[in-house]
Antibody, heavy 122, light 108 residues
Framework: QVQLVQSGPEVKKPGASVKVSCGASGSTFGDYYMHWLRQAPGQGLEWMGWINPNNGDTNSGQKFQGRVTLTRDTSSTTVYVDLSRLRSDDTAVYYC???????????????WGPGTMVTVSS | EIVLTQSPGTLSLSPGESATLSCRAS???????LAWYQQKPGQAPRLFIY???SRATGIPDRFSGSGSGTDFTLTISRLEPEDFAVYYC?????????FGQGTKVEIK
């Protein structure tokens, strides 16, 4: 049974950076794309980007380019999202989600992490 | 990017009734790469339907998805108390992946 475990809540000041982790257990780490999404309070879901844990390739939404860095640590089967130059509207729950296989067709998100609350406030 | 528009915003129904949720895409979603998720307060979304009409593991058959191209529908027959939640559609055909704004199914 695949499980995703995320790091704990964060409180940051505007202009700072935050790094959220997502550890995967119970599956072959490199076989599936891992995505990051976020959800502001009372709002809908927003896709941020993906990483191929096998080779480290990444792709992020245009809105986040220049501010987001997606990385992985194969030894600990963990992926990370690093968001810089934080603003108050970055306050949200950040989710990791496992998608389809890296050598297969596009897939939805059958497995989600529990979410990490990031609060940006002065 | 593909914009997904869900309607209605809120659906007020009683247990036992049926619900019809709509998701319209701004351009065609190839290969029906369209999914539906349920989200309850304080929880991560849960995949219910993928590839427009396939039920995810463990999803009861009162949930069904249909549609292709730009028009998709999630139908819930015989609403159970646990079905009252927010439902999002999601396209995974093109980047950036996008979501609808959600439909809240509430108890009347």
């Amino acid at each position: 049974q695949v499980q995703l475990v995320q790091s704990g809540p964060e409180v940051k000041k505007p202009g700072a950076s935050v790094k959220v982790s997502c550890g995967a257990s119970g599956s072959t780490f490199g076989d599936y794309y891992m995505h990051w999404l976020r959800q502001a309070p009372g709002q809908g879901l927003e896709w941020m980007g993906w990483i191929n844990p096998n080779n480290g390739d990444t792709n992020s939404g245009q809105k986040f380019q220049g501010r987001v860095t997606l990385t992985r640590d194969t030894s600990s089967t963990t992926v990370y999202v690093d968001l810089s130059r934080l603003r108050s509207d970055d306050t949200a729950v950040y989710y990791c989600a496992r998608a389809g296989p890296v050598d297969g067709l596009p897939g939805p998100f059958p497995i989600w992490g529990p979410g990490t609350m990031v609060t940006v406030s002065s | 990017e593909i914009v997904l528009t869900q309607s209605p915003g809120t659906l007020s129904l009683s247990p036992g009734e049926s619900a019809t949720l709509s998701c319209r895409a701004s351009q065609s979603v190839s290969s029906s790469y369209l999914a539906w998720y349920q989200q309850k307060p304080g929880q991560a979304p849960r995949l219910f339907i993928y590839d427009a009409s396939s039920r995810a593991t463990g999803i009861p058959d009162r949930f069904s998805g249909s549609g292709s191209g730009t028009d998709f529908t999630l139908t819930i027959s015989r609403l159970e108390p646990e079905d009252f939640a927010v439902y999002y559609c999601h396209q995974y055909d093109t980047s950036p992946r996008t979501f609808g704004q959600g439909t809240k199914v509430e108890i009347k």
